[in-house]
């Protein structure tokens, strides 16, 4: 059984995960679920291939066991591990073998899903198998995602998102910055003229790439952006 712990860091703005085995407890002994602490759904489809599913008490999904023939055995494994607070932080696929966590480590960038959260619970890290940098997502004050970010626009460049006042996107495009997630998580925290960081339609449009954009330009960010593509409602 794999736990993970989770610390505030207040210079990234996330919570720092450390994985580790788990302490023997009323639900774990030697590293190992004790009996009866877990349910066991099986299934098999159409072609008579097995599926076991486990899963704790709290209904998350600890283990998915496929066959990979038909019937049972042999079976392909994938892992879940969720921090203190519920949240899935980490996915480990069939084909990482360990034994130890200095193995597990070794593979996680190669080979397992990563992920990291902030005090309210939302995605803002994401690192998939076989990316070169992690992915990034940074939020409003209303809690919706504005900036993204994927390994190839690493300090460079963002994807940006924004909303009118009914949560329906205005425009998006590329916002050019080179600033990591945790700082312009801080501008939009701060955020104090257009708090609530919409876009509303006008008459009066303003030029950005040969485009006549009939919405304000208030939301983050105003500057640095190439607009590719903008929504108008009825």
Excluded: H
């Amino acid at each position: 059984r794999l736990t993970a712990t989770t610390a505030w860091n207040s210079s990234t703005g996330m919570n720092e995960v450390s994985i580790g085995l788990a302490p023997d407890n009323s639900y774990t002994s030697g590293g190992y679920y004790r009996a009866g602490t877990l349910v066991k759904k099986t299934t098999r489809d159409e072609d008579d291939r097995e599926t076991q599913v486990f899963s704790n008490a709290s209904g998350q999904t600890l283990l998915v066991r496929k066959a990979t023939g038909s019937g049972s055995a042999p079976y392909a494994d994938t892992y879940y591990v969720y921090d203190d607070f519920g949240n899935l932080v980490l996915a480990i696929p069939p084909k990482v073998a360990f034994s130890t966590l200095a193995e597990l480590n070794s593979q996680l960038d190669a080979l397992c899903y990563q992920y990291r959260y902030d005090r309210y619970n939302r995605l803002v890290e994401k690192r998939l198998p076989g990316k070169s940098a992690w992915e990034s997502v940074v939020y409003d004050k209303q809690g919706r995602a504005v900036l993204t970010q994927d390994a190839n626009q690493t300090s460079k460049q963002w994807s940006f998102v924004k909303y009118d006042s009914q949560g329906r996107v205005a425009y998006s495009g590329l916002f050019s910055s080179a600033a990591s997630r945790s700082s312009l998580q801080a501008t939009l925290d701060n955020m104090s003229s257009n708090a609530l960081n919409n876009e509303s339609r006008t008459d009066t449009p303003f030029s950005l790439n040969g485009l006549d954009i009939y919405y304000t330009n208030a939301a983050f960010p105003t500057g640095d952006m190439t607009v590719m593509s903008v929504n108008y409602y009825d």
